[in-house]
């Protein structure tokens, strides 16, 4: 088996024990991400779009990590504490992948680490 640890500083550094996402024989399985700006290492402020950005960039970057684009992902989950800002996040979403699109799963859940309204992780494959 072929692991390996990612990590970049374009998104925000893991703040317990575990990685920003971890690379297992091509396949990268991304940690979950809020909306905290790794440049300052603070949640993003404003409500569901900017952390939506917030969280799609954040995502991206660690992809990007791997060599991997957005183009990659091929699985995605979505925690949002209101799915009645579904349609927001949807829309913010659709916008940062290329059809066809990866599979997604969506949940409202009750709460979110530190208090934010929107969190993802993701599955990519890389083809070297």
Do not use: W
Not at 51 to 76: C, F, P, W, Y
């Amino acid at each position: 088996m072929n692991r390996k640890t990612i990590a970049t500083e374009n998104a925000p550094a893991a703040i317990g024990p575990y990685s920003q996402a971890v690379e297992v024989n091509g396949t990268v399985y991304v940690s979950g991400q809020i909306p905290l700006d790794p440049e300052t290492g603070e949640i993003v402020d404003g409500g569901i779009s900017p952390q939506t950005i917030r969280v799609l960039e954040n995502l991206k970057a660690v992809v990007e990590a791997t060599g991997g684009t957005m183009a990659d992902v091929s699985k995605v989950t979505i925690y949002i504490v209101d799915m009645k800002q579904f349609a927001t996040v949807n829309q913010i979403y659709g916008s940062y992948f290329p059809a066809p699109f990866p599979a997604r799963t969506c949940v409202e859940v009750s709460t979110l680490p530190k208090g934010v309204d929107v969190e993802m992780d993701a599955i990519a494959h890389r083809n070297d």
